[in-house]
């Protein structure tokens, strides 16, 4: 503890607090998760250390990275700390635009999902010792993608990542937000996969074009009845057709005709322009 010092609290993520940081050798701002383990059941307390050793087996650009864990057994704490994104996160830019009564550029949209089916395909395609070791998030919403100071997008906040695919367990949502970005088979407590957390992806793009979840509705058995239910508006006409139908894409209700990132990563827009050859 004493290698850091708390410049502010800056954020909530899943079971903790998040502190801006700075680290005192040389003066480097991180940032940590603050989790109270003292309080916690032992699922909760498997969900943490999975949540840590996903963190520190994942190492991608486009996912925060992990640097250091501190135990302080004394105030049975636990502090994760990693990455500091000064960009914030995108759930915070939606709502400014929303205020200011904007639009997040098309470009932008695009090169968000980009970026975020990158982190996924090295989560979904995540090997250990030469065997393949797929890791779900579960709990992908705006609030959990950071942009760093070029605006460059980061996953965050595995504390619901699972390395099990296909159990047929509801994700526990440890937070008390409303799951607008629940998929239908996770509403039904179905089987799910990767897929799911496409879905979430494709609520998120959907929101950051329409400044609202494509799900929405006062309570959480109403939200429920139009996931299931699957209608959604068309997109303002501002954005394109493609987007529009990637976002229909990604919010098919039957899973399997759901894309997978090998999948998305073929969109024209996904394709990073070759480097012009020297
Ligand atoms: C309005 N939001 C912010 O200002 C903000 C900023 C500048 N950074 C963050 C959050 C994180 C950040 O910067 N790095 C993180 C790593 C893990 C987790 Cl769970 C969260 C963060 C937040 C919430």
């Known amino acids: 503890m004493q290698n850091y010092e708390v410049l502010s609290h800056i954020g909530k993520g899943s079971f903790g607090r998040v502190s801006k940081i700075r680290r005192k050798a040389d003066d480097k701002e991180l940032v940590w998760k603050e989790l109270q383990y003292g309080t916690m059941n032992e699922k909760e307390k498997q969900q943490i250390v999975a949540e840590v050793n996903i963190l520190r087996e994942l190492r991608h650009p486009c996912i925060v990275r992990y640097y250091d864990r501190i135990i302080d057994k004394k105030a049975t704490k636990l502090y994760i700390v990693m990455e500091h994104c000064s960009g914030g996160d995108l759930a915070s830019l939606i709502r400014s635009h929303a205020k200011n009564k904007t639009r997040a550029d098309e470009g932008f949209i695009w090169k968000v999902l980009g970026q975020v089916v990158s982190a996924l395909k090295s989560c979904h395609r995540h090997r250990e010792g030469g065997e393949a070791k797929p890791i779900l998030h579960r709990d992908l919403k705006p609030a959990n993608i950071l942009l760093d100071r070029n605006g460059n997008a980061k996953l965050c906040d595995f504390g619901l990542a699972t390395e099990l695919a296909g159990t047929n367990k509801l994700a526990q949502t440890a937070g008390v937000g409303t799951p607008y970005y629940m998929s239908p088979e996770l509403v039904n407590s179905q089987r799910y996969d990767e897929r799911s957390d496409i879905w979430s992806v494709g609520c998120i793009i959907y929101e950051l074009a329409a400044l609202r979840p494509p799900f929405d509705a006062p309570n959480q058995l109403a939200l429920a009845v139009k996931i299931n239910e699957g209608k959604f508006k068309r997109l303002p006409a501002v954005f394109s057709d493609e987007l529009e139908r990637t976002c229909g894409w990604m919010l098919r209700r039957d899973i399997s ?22």
Do not use: G
């Open 257 to 278: 005709r759901r894309p997978r990132v090998e999948d998305l990563e073929r969109l024209p827009h996904l394709v990073l322009p070759l480097r012009e050859a020297r």
